[in-house]
């Protein structure tokens, strides 16, 4: 099923899911790892390429998977009212923190006007130009958000083995796209 059911996760929302959670702790790691090469690294120029791409891919991703989010309802949530509440908050906060660092990280390879090449294939136009301090300041808001989002991400990990390990309902089952033939696991009881 591609679409969302009422009980279920459709294949189109599992997979925007999973391939965004891979890419951004790729992006985590690769930017971690490139901000500490020297400029003589062989790795320095195209791990930053790489993850300038990926981030033009993250963001195409993100566009299309909050476009899906509100033509396609989620399923009924199965935890207490206090723990979807919270849930709603990390959801609604990591779209928030995905645009914020979307746009972060355009503007810092972008300030001297030079535009973005996405895997070599076309390159994204440059649009503002920022001094040196701006571009300074933003690299460090970049990294903080990435932070924030890798956290929240762990958070929002150990939520659902909560549900799955304590609670014993269906939340984590569904977004790995698994039936599960038990009605009672399906209604959270």
Not at 60 to 77: A, D, E, Q, S
Not at 127 to 137: A, I, M, P, R
């Amino acid at each position: 099923m591609l679409t969302n059911g009422s009980t279920t996760y459709g294949s189109i929302a599992i997979s925007l899911h999973w391939l965004m959670a891979i890419l951004i702790f790729s992006m985590f790691a690769l930017g971690l790892w490139m901000v500490d090469l020297n400029y003589y690294h062989p790795w320095y120029h195209d791990a930053a390429e790489l993850h300038k791409s990926m981030g033009i891919l993250l963001f195409l991703l993100l566009l299309f998977r909050f476009t899906w989010r509100f033509r396609n309802p989620i399923p009924k949530p199965l935890g207490k009212a206090w723990e979807n509440s919270l849930a709603s908050l990390v959801h609604r906060s990591h779209y928030l923190l995905l645009f914020a660092i979307a746009i972060t990280g355009y503007f810092i390879p972008t300030a001297n006007g030079v535009g973005i090449d996405l895997f070599n294939l076309i390159t994204i136009p440059a649009t503002l130009s920022f001094s040196k301090t701006e571009v300074d300041l933003i690299g460090e808001l970049h990294q903080a958000i990435a932070w924030s989002i890798v956290i929240l991400a762990l958070l929002h990990a150990g939520a659902a083995m909560k549900h799955h390990f304590i609670d014993k309902d269906a939340t984590l089952i569904r977004m790995l796209g698994c039936q599960c033939s038990q009605k009672s696991k399906q209604q959270g009881d």
